[in-house]
């Protein structure tokens, strides 16, 4: 089955500079990559997804790049603001079978904006 | 209604009684899934409802811990004879379409269960 890593489980960085969460997946199969955000005592709430057949995806300040050779994929925010400060999940998914849409979840990283 | 609904939002038990967490999915979803969330650790999947069709149990770490979805609708998670390492939040997701699309999953705000 799919194995999912997300690195780092800790960062911390000042308002205003880029963060950068990596992960990595062990099935080629994977082809949909959704990363949740859970705000402290809330819900996780999907913030952004790529497909295999992109390479790169943006949303304002929100990016997502996938790199399929090497199975790993990266969520990068830039000009931090307070209000990013969550746990965020990243997630592989193969959409040719398996239970519950194939979705498999990295453990999480969770964020600290600096003022 | 509105969005994923979860019941109790906080629920205090001895060890090994029983404990009932209940769902109410998005109307119209097809969709319904239930996962674990341990203190520092990412979402373990539980357990899959698609529509009509057999449940995905793959995820359920035990025989203590069982689902139902009466009517397409509304699921409860039941766990048996709680022991304290099931202390966690369980969260529950729907979505519309499920399995084979990739699609966003919408989730409750949690069962936070406490086993003494």
């Known amino acids: 089955g799919e194995n999912v890593e997300q690195h780092p489980s800790t960062l911390s960085v000042q308002e205003g500079d880029s963060a950068v969460i990596k992960c990595t997946y062990s099935?080629?199969?994977?082809?949909?990559f959704p990363w949740y955000k859970q705000e402290l005592g809330k819900r996780p709430q999907l913030i952004i997804d790529?497909?295999?057949?992109?390479g790169e995806k943006k949303d304002q300040r929100i990016a997502v790049t996938l790199n399929k050779t090497a199975k790993h994929f990266s969520l990068h925010i830039t000009e931090t603001q307070p209000e990013d400060s969550a746990v965020y999940f990243c997630a592989a998914s193969s959409t040719s079978g398996g239970g519950a849409d194939g979705l498999t979840f990295g453990k999480g990283t969770h964020l600290i904006i600096q003022p | 209604g509105a969005g994923v609904s979860q019941s109790p939002s906080n629920k205090v038990t001895e060890k090994g009684k029983d404990v009932e967490l209940r769902c109410d999915p998005i109307s119209g979803h097809t969709a319904l899934y239930w996962y674990r969330q341990s203190l520092g650790q990412g979402l373990e999947f539980l357990i899959y409802?698609?529509?009509?069709?057999?449940?995905?149990k793959s995820g359920l770490p035990s025989d203590r811990f069982s689902a139902e979805r009466t009517g397409g609708s509304v699921s409860t998670l039941t766990i048996q004879r709680t022991q304290q390492e099931d202390s966690a939040v369980y969260l529950c997701?729907?979505?519309?379409?499920?399995?084979?699309?990739?699609?966003?999953?919408?989730f409750g705000s949690g069962t936070q269960l406490s086993v003494l």
């Open positions: 997701a729907s979505s519309l379409m499920g399995q084979g699309v990739g699609e966003k999953l919408f």
């Open positions: 790529i497909r295999s057949n992109v």
């Open positions: 099935d080629s199969a994977s082809n949909y």
């Open positions: 409802f698609q529509g009509n069709s057999a449940p995905d």
